[in-house]
């Protein structure tokens, strides 16, 4: 049977919005323990920023996160998912644009988030034997 996604997204994604400082996000993520921060505007999807965006476009710039923003940083054009959908197909979605994680979208509001790692606990797709299944990841 067909895993929808669910059933293997990380419901409650944490958001914040596009005036939220890096560092401020930052210290959200240490204290969620995640990667990932939705950015919401209203209760709609804007954009989302991880702690790879924050190191790789702002610290390696050399930019103040107490002064940057994450709307300064944040990925927009972003590929969704609805909670309904099918995480195989959601995953080759993933492989194919080389993304680690969706946002999971249901009626225009964000619902989750799936990543590679959700996938990855629920079924070990990371493993050998899934590579022939699924291809290999990166």
């Known amino acids: ?4 996604i669910r059933d293997v997204m990380t419901p409650a994604p944490v958001s ?7 560092s401020h996000a930052a210290g959200l993520m240490r204290a969620h323990g995640i990667g990932v921060l939705l950015i919401l505007d209203d209760g709609r999807l804007l954009g989302m920023v991880t702690d790879r965006d ?19 940083i944040c990925s927009c054009d ?12 959601a995953l080759r979605s993933m492989r194919e644009h080389l993304i680690r994680r969706l946002p999971v979208v249901e009626d225009d509001r964000p619902v989750g988030v799936l990543s590679i ?4 606990t629920d ?5 050998p034997a899934s590579a022939s299944r699924y ?4």
Request: charged share 30%.
């Open 78 to 89: 972003l590929i969704t998912v609805s909670p309904d959908d099918d995480a195989d197909n």
């Open 54 to 72: 924050i190191v790789v476009r702002a610290v390696a710039d050399g930019r103040d996160v107490r002064r940057t923003t994450v709307a300064e």
């Open 16 to 22: 914040v919005s596009g005036q939220t400082s890096l």
């Open 1 to 4: 049977m067909a895993r929808k």
């Open 123 to 127: 079924a070990d797709v990371l493993s």
């Open 135 to 138: 291809g290999r990841f990166w």
């Open 117 to 120: 790692t959700d996938l990855a």
